[in-house]
């Protein structure tokens, strides 16, 4: 008896062991559903157990998304959109009604909430001031809600910053500094995530400081051995991209008087299509170095063997309906095509070889919508614009993967891309007579003409349906009965 004891106290031991050490550095990724026909909630989650992910960082608050992770032992990041911000600051009562409907029905179920992120990346350069005056003050707003409904201590608040929060004189970490129209509201949200003991969630994007800055080069941001370092005051040299955006971070923290907060890579990847350098190919370089860099625990010339607490992958899947004002990429993040499928190999965690795809996902029917090139063309081209209007034809821009498509292959793409988020109904393969549904697939090489998801009903309808619930529940009943 006392044997079998001992040997199951062992066995205890060994699997707490070897769950604390394949932990040891938390990965997880950004889901986001900004897309036509997303892959289905429960779909998602399988695929993230079947990759052994176990964190993930929502930008909402998505009710069939929340119900699908229920039960998952995944730690979930929800997000309070900008859109929301100035309500929230103005009214502990909206920050209450918000923690009800938001999280306390789920955390009272299974799903584990581990952060509210207040705001995404409200202090995005392109936003202008306006989201400033209420950032701090819905964070307190629902902090105040979050200590009356009893979860402070259960939930923390996080204000995610973008990339372009923080900036250096001629790309030397030494001179690293907030925004100066952001410093005083950063100051702010530094003072209020110390009073919290929570971390600060920053995204760092080598693929933006390469696209926006000419000194930045490709090898550099690919954590390429070959990259010509970037050498700093103090004999500090830096071999990489990611070094050189996280000790800015670091100066312009220390300047401002947070030496000490705790740092969450809040985003981080490569695109794969929308603009020249982003490829696949690429991606793949990328991500591999990053891993290898988290892996090797090796820190920052400022922070040797010192890593952040953790690293959220931007994005799992691709969503064809981003918004593109910071570019065509914007629509190409993700790890996963919109259908799942790995874009390339990569370990996730070590000894964790590749990436597995979802399983037995629901297309459409195999078919194309393309142009009927035996007809007047003279019209094809408007007809093409007004398709990409309301569809997606990012990867038709220049140094993407269908650029090199000659006209009229550059309508077609336009017509199947509309008629497939239109469901292929008959009716949107039109364009004036000039459209005509094939069985054909018309890809060539990378250039990929998709076929849709099944649309789910699940996520049709945005936000928990009261009345759909009950008929749902008396129909299981009666069945029951
Ligand atoms: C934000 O809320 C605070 C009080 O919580 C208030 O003093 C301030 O005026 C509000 N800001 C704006 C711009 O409404
Ligand atoms: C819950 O969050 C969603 C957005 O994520 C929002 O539309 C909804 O209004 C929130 N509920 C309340 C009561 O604020
Ligand atoms: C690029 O490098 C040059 C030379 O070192 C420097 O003068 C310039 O300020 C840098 N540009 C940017 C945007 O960092
Ligand atoms: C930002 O604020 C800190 C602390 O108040 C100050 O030391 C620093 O000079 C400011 N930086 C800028 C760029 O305004
Ligand atoms: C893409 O990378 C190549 C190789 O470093 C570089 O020469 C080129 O300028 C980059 N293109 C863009 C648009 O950034
Ligand atoms: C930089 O390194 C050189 C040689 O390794 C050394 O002589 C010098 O003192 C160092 N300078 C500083 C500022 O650390
Ligand atoms: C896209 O973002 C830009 C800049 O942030 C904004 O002005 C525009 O309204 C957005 N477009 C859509 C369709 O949301
Ligand atoms: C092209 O469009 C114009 C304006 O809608 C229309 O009048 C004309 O008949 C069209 N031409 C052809 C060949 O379809
Ligand atoms: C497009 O064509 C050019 C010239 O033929 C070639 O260099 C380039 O690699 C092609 N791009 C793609 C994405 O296939
Ligand atoms: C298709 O290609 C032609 C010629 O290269 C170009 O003028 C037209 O704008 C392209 N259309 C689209 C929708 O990309």
Request: aromatic share 12%; proline share 5%; charged share 15%.
């Amino acid at each position: 008896m006392a044997l079998q004891q001992y040997s199951l106290m062992a066995v205890t031991l060994i699997a707490i062991t070897v769950s604390c050490t394949s932990r040891v550095q938390s990965i997880g990724v950004n889901w986001g559903t900004t897309a036509s026909h997303p892959l289905p909630p429960s779909k998602v989650v399988e695929l993230l157990k079947l990759n052994k992910i176990t964190k993930v960082k929502l930008f909402d608050s998505n009710p069939q998304v929340l119900e699908a992770l229920s039960g998952s032992d995944i730690d979930v990041t929800v997000g309070i959109p900008n859109s929301m911000l100035r309500s929230l600051n103005s009214s502990v009562k909206a920050a209450e009604s918000w923690v009800h409907d938001n999280l306390t029905r789920y955390l009272s179920g299974r799903t584990r909430i581990e952060y509210v992120a207040v705001g995404d990346d409200p202090f995005l350069q392109t936003y202008g001031s306006q989201f400033y005056p209420f950032v701090v003050g819905a964070a307190i707003s629902i902090e105040a809600a979050l200590i009356r409904a009893k979860l402070q201590k259960k939930v923390k608040i996080v204000i995610p910053c973008s990339f372009d929060a923080f900036q250096s004189e001629s790309n030397l970490p030494s001179t690293g500094h907030f925004r100066p129209d952001i410093n005083k509201t950063m100051i702010a949200v530094l003072n209020f995530l110390t009073k919290t003991d929570s971390p600060f969630f920053v995204t760092i994007s080598p693929f933006l400081s390469h696209y926006q800055n000419k000194n930045i080069s490709l090898d550099f941001a690919l954590f390429k051995e070959s990259a010509h370092p970037h050498k700093d005051t103090h004999n500090k040299s830096y071999k990489n991209s990611f070094d050189l955006s996280y000790d800015t971070l670091i100066t312009a923290l220390t300047v401002a008087g947070f030496p000490e907060v705790k740092i969450v890579i809040s985003q981080i990847g490569w695109p794969t299509d929308g603009a020249p350098n982003a490829t696949v190919a690429n991606a793949e370089i990328f991500t591999k170095g990053l891993f290898n860099h988290i892996h090797s625990q090796k820190g920052t010339p400022l922070r040797p063997r010192v890593m952040p607490l953790e690293f959220y992958i931007y994005t799992l899947v691709d969503e064809d309906q981003r918004n593109t004002s910071m570019g065509n990429f914007e629509r190409h993040w993700g790890l996963f095509t919109f259908d799942g499928q790995a874009k390339y190999e990569v370990e996730f965690f070590r000894g964790v070889k590749g990436l597995v795809n979802a399983q037995s996902v629901d297309y459409l029917a195999p078919r194309w919508c393309v142009v009927n090139n035996n007809l007047d063309m003279m019209n094809a081209s408007v007809r093409a614009t007004e398709a990409c209007m309301n569809a997606d034809c990012t990867a038709l821009s220049p140094g993407s993967s269908c650029f090199n498509l000659s006209w009229p292959g550059n309508v077609s793409y336009a017509f199947n891309s509309y008629y497939q988020e239109h469901d292929q109904r008959a009716e949107s393969c039109d364009f004036g007579g000039l459209g005509m549904i094939t069985t054909v697939d018309p890809s060539v090489g990378d250039c990929r003409f998709n076929v849709e998801l099944k649309a789910s009903l699940s996520v049709m309808f945005h936000g928990f349906n009261f009345w759909h619930y009950l008929i749902s529940l008396v129909l299981t009943i009666l069945m029951l009965l």
